[in-house]
């Protein structure tokens, strides 16, 4: 269990995903890229911030924490806990957290000041955020307007791609847990 405690480089296949994620979206003109205070999701876009894009990390795009379970190794009495909870916020108890961890509730309140900055920019039309799993799921729930008790419909794979449109008002999904690059490599 990682969580926002856990501040670990990526292993071998997390450096080929994120080599092949390079060689797939190089082409596209970001302005710039925003990752979480984690090494390993800027590790995962370095390429991209190596060739020159601005890079802004933020601590409000940190996965949530999951307290006194992060570090620890997952147990069949862990994994059981870890599936209560999830079940407990998909029937809508978004306040509840993990022992010493943040609810997805809490999650949203951090992101707030972070999304805000990244939407304020005026100059930056195309940008990467890069992020994690649960962390992804609560954005996508805040940004698309879905109670956060929806959040484990948005599927996540390690350095998959959603692609959002924002119109000013509104985003709108483009590309959904998109994959297909890692297939590439």
Not at 47 to 60: A, M, P, W
Not at 89 to 114: F, H, N
Request: charge should be negative.
């Amino acid at each position: 269990m990682q969580g926002s405690g856990v501040n670990s480089s990526l292993n071998d296949t997390g450096r080929k995903q994120a080599e092949a994620f390079h060689k797939a979206w190089k082409h596209i003109p970001f302005d710039a890229v925003y990752t979480s205070k984690l090494v390993r999701t800027q590790e995962s876009v370095q390429q991209f911030i190596d060739g020159g894009i601005k890079h802004v990390s933020l601590v409000g795009l940190n996965e949530i924490s999951w307290g006194k379970k992060e570090g620890q190794p997952i147990t069949p009495e862990e994994d059981a806990y870890y599936h209560h909870m999830l079940k407990q916020w998909q029937e809508g108890k978004t306040d509840l957290r993990i022992e010493g961890g943040e609810s997805p509730e809490e999650v949203v309140v951090r992101m707030k000041p972070a999304l805000d900055i990244i939407l304020n920019q005026e100059k930056e039309e195309t940008i990467l955020i890069c992020m994690h799993g649960r962390a992804i799921r609560i954005l996508l729930c805040h940004w698309l307007h879905y109670p956060l008790r929806a959040m484990d419909m948005f599927e996540h794979r390690n350095l998959c791609l959603y692609q959002l449109n924002y119109t000013g008002k509104q985003f709108q999904v483009m590309r959904y847990n998109d994959t297909s690059h890692l297939q590439l490599s």
